[in-house]
């Protein structure tokens, strides 16, 4: 299942010891214990769908995220930024929402190292003009 593709034996492949836990498990671990979600009979693209969109396990539990506009595949990220020790409460929710919208507000990095582009003489060929013959 793709929630738990960076996990190996229930502990995230990279810094685990770093890792915000959810309700005292890792983030796979605590979608794994959904056991509402696992008891219907579903289609394994399903699961693969719902993984994606944040409508899977915990889908109530991480609403407000969701609402918040951060995807699930964040969620670890975000809650590592906030520097919660263990999600388990709505403040704690609070706390990477608000982390994730003062990322929101930092400048791209990728601004800082752009250079600005000589100046032309001629109008600049569109790729689609040229490969098709039209210039």
Known sequence: MVLGLFERDGDYISGAEDNATFDGKTLGEFYRTDYRYFDDDRNPKDFFVDSLTGTGPRAAFFAP???????PQRYQFFANEAGIKNVNSKSDLDQIIAA????????????????????MKEKPMTMAGKYLGFF
């Open 100 to 119: 994730f919208e003062e990322d929101r507000r930092q400048p791209q990095k990728m601004e800082d190292e752009m250079v600005a582009a000589p100046m």
């Open 65 to 71: 995220l969701r609402e918040a506009g951060i995807s």
